[in-house]
């Protein structure tokens, strides 16, 4: 009666530590799933691509009745505004040309357009500047296009760079204006190379600041929409039933890879044990005789 007890005992335990591995492997299934999926669009293809153009705008100024340094502060301010948008779609053909058409429905520019892939697995990233007063409405109706698989906005504020930059254009500006007013007062010819390098060097300096304070002008003030559109179709759910088979047959397997082992180690110690006390058995003998 007590080896019955002990062996259901045993038993318990063994049937306890299936159920318990079962479990895990279906957690696990859920959370694998989960991952790959989000993983399939984790990488940002724009993050990717350099010298891409940057856009900025403005907030709305405040009206004339509010205190006009305050206005002046308003006036001032710069963000850039970025979403992005990733989607799928089983028609890429037909939403390929929905984005643009809606694109340009909004007045909106693409910037910069990049197609890869073959037929069933194409992709299209599209870089669009669209008006700051349209882009909520726009980035809502792109929604709608394919499937959407993540959607993002991010807004950082370029108040302090702008005023970077015009401080710095402003400082250069002095400076060639006093290396203007040297050259003209002649002098050796070693001085006067060394000064008209020094102009074209903060010359160049000068239209690089200007290419970057045109991002900020007004006409070209555009927040971002980074748009990508990959072919084919969703993938579908998978079933309990389907993760309960998989987790079955994978608990089965290293469960029986478990018990063995379990079994081997036990006979390995249960020999180990038999050949000391064997030889506890033989150094006894050889002393008493």
Wanted: charge should be positive; charged fraction near 25%.
């Amino acid at each position: 009666m007590k080896l019955k007890q002990r062996f259901w005992k045993i038993a318990r335990w063994f049937i306890a530590l299936f159920f318990f591995m079962l479990i895990c492997r279906l957690i696990y299934g859920y959370v694998a799933t989960d991952i790959i999926a989000s993983s399939d669009y984790a990488s940002d293809f724009f993050s990717s691509v350099e010298n891409i153009r940057k856009n900025y705008a403005s907030e709305k100024k405040l009206s004339r009745t509010d205190v006009g340094v305050q206005a002046n502060i308003a006036s001032s301010q710069k963000y850039e505004k970025t979403a992005t948008v990733k989607t799928k779609s089983t028609q890429f053909d037909k939403d390929a040309v929905t984005i643009k058409n809606t694109t340009k429905d909004f007045e909106g520019v693409i910037q910069y357009e990049q197609n890869t892939g073959n037929k069933g697995t194409r992709e299209i990233h599209l870089l669009i500047g669209i008006n700051p007063e349209k882009f909520d409405n726009f980035y809502t109706v792109i929604q709608g296009i394919g499937k959407i698989n993540s959607t993002e906005i991010t807004k950082i504020d370029k108040t302090n760079e702008y005023r970077q930059l015009n401080a710095k254009k402003a400082s250069l500006e002095k400076t060639l204006l006093s290396l203007n007013e040297l050259r003209s007062r002649g002098g050796a010819i070693n001085d006067y190379v060394s000064l008209h390098d020094k102009i074209l060097e903060i010359e160049t300096r000068l239209q690089e600041l200007g290419v970057e304070l045109g991002n900020f002008d007004a006409e070209n003030e555009f927040c971002t929409i980074r748009f990508s559109l990959f072919e084919g179709a969703a993938k579908k759910g998978i079933s309990f039933l389907s993760r309960l088979k998989t987790a079955t047959e994978w608990t089965i397997q290293y469960y029986s890879i478990l018990a063995i082992s379990l079994v081997c180690i036990s006979l390995s110690v249960f020999i180990i044990l038999l050949i000391i006390d064997r030889l506890k058995i033989l150094s006894t003998l050889t002393k008493t005789s």
